[in-house]
């Protein structure tokens, strides 16, 4: 697992886009506290550290530590709104947790021994269907990322959902559906110049 991230909020009482435009100009990012029990609190964070923590992964799939003005407040990153053009933070969502109750949150997929991969070295190419899940556990369980090993997948093979190697708590979100969510994860095709080889070959074996 990676450092736990630490970010100081302050609770801001002035809101409206008047005020988040004032709070941008001073390289502060608005963010809002949601969720659990609680109502509803409205913080503002440092810009340069948030900057710091959006080139985290595990920052967009962990549980982050907020010290609101010396209270503890453990949260996960719901949404991230950003500047269309510039991409710099402009608001940002947290959902507050409890080590009681699960959480269901994305958390990204790491893809691993994709050189030594067997339809790959049969002149195959790997293509991702999604890069994250959806998955639901208690916040000591959340994993900073899931693998997909794609050493044993053969040339034409895929790999599913039901196929993912999960942490002990981890149950993924669409499984818990029903029927017909074993979703696509990566796949293994034959290159476009091998299938033209092959075609070809075919060609020149029926003259």
Not at 189 to 194: F, H, N, S, V
């Amino acid at each position: 697992m990676s450092e736990a991230i630490t970010l100081n909020a302050i609770v801001r009482k002035d809101v409206g886009k008047g005020a988040s435009r004032r709070l941008r100009h001073e390289d502060k990012v608005p963010a809002i506290i949601y969720g659990g029990e609680a109502e509803p609190v409205q913080v503002t964070l440092e810009g340069k550290a948030i900057r710091k923590a959006l080139e985290s992964e595990s920052f967009y799939s962990q549980i982050v530590n907020l010290d609101i003005e010396g209270a503890a407040q453990q949260v996960i990153l719901k949404d991230v709104q950003r500047h269309p053009a510039k991409e710099f933070a402009m608001h940002m969502d947290f959902l507050r947790v409890d080590a009681t109750h699960a959480v269901t949150t994305h958390v990204p997929l790491h893809f691993i021994n994709e050189d030594a991969c067997v339809g790959v070295k049969a002149g195959g190419a790997i293509t991702h269907a999604r890069v994250e899940v959806e998955i639901k556990c208690l916040p000591a369980d959340l994993p900073e990322f899931i693998e997909v090993n794609m050493a044993d997948v053969e040339l034409g093979g895929h790999v599913h959902l039901s196929d993912l190697a999960l942490p002990e708590g981890v149950q993924l979100v669409a499984m818990l559906q029903a029927e017909g969510h074993d979703l696509d994860v990566a796949s293994v095709q034959k290159t476009r110049g091998a299938a033209e080889e092959d075609e070809a070959s075919e060609e020149a074996g029926e003259e």
